[in-house]
């Protein structure tokens, strides 16, 4: 693995455990879960023990739940790393970190393809910002230059 990561954001136009579960199947379908069921489940107020699909599903039903969620991939390759962060105003991020920016370039427009998205940018090993607003403000700014935000 690289020394330093390249993370790659696309806003989702709609907040939903379908766009997340096909955006995970798509580019990282052999993953490990790097959260624990039971974290989510203090942070959420649920019994632990939930599956992928029905944390994320839980998460889509509550618009003001917000979590992230990140798996590893275990083969050791890129992408190293997914994520699918569900925000706080409703909004739904999906991510991945990569090798290089030249990889992080072509795989933003998969990922754009992907999920219908219309706003994507890349930055070195940064979570994701936390609402649609930001994220908007944020890919504009990154349209001006290089991807890079």
């Keep these: 693995m690289p020394e330093a990561l390249i993370d790659c954001y696309v806003l989702a ?16 379908p052999q993953r490990e879960p790097r959260w624990q069921p039971e974290d989510v489940a203090r942070a959420l107020g649920t ?15 509550h618009a003001g739940a917000a979590y992230r969620l990140y798996w590893r991939n275990p083969t ?52 994701p910002v936390g609402s649609e607003r930001e994220f908007c403000a944020r890919a504009r700014r990154a349209t001006d230059g290089d991807g890079r935000a």
């Design 47 to 61: 019994a632990p023990g939930e599956t992928e699909q029905q944390v994320m599903t839980r998460l889509q039903d």
């Design 13 to 28: 136009p709609e907040r939903s455990a379908a766009v997340a579960t096909g955006f995970l199947e798509r580019f990282l």
């Design 76 to 127: 050791g390759a890129s992408p190293y790393y997914a994520i699918v962060a569900f925000n706080s105003d409703g909004s739904l991020v999906l991510g991945l970190s990569l090798a290089d920016a030249t990889e992080a370039g072509v795989c933003l427009v998969a990922m754009e393809e992907q999920v219908g998205s219309e706003f994507s940018y890349w930055t070195r090993e940064e979570p």
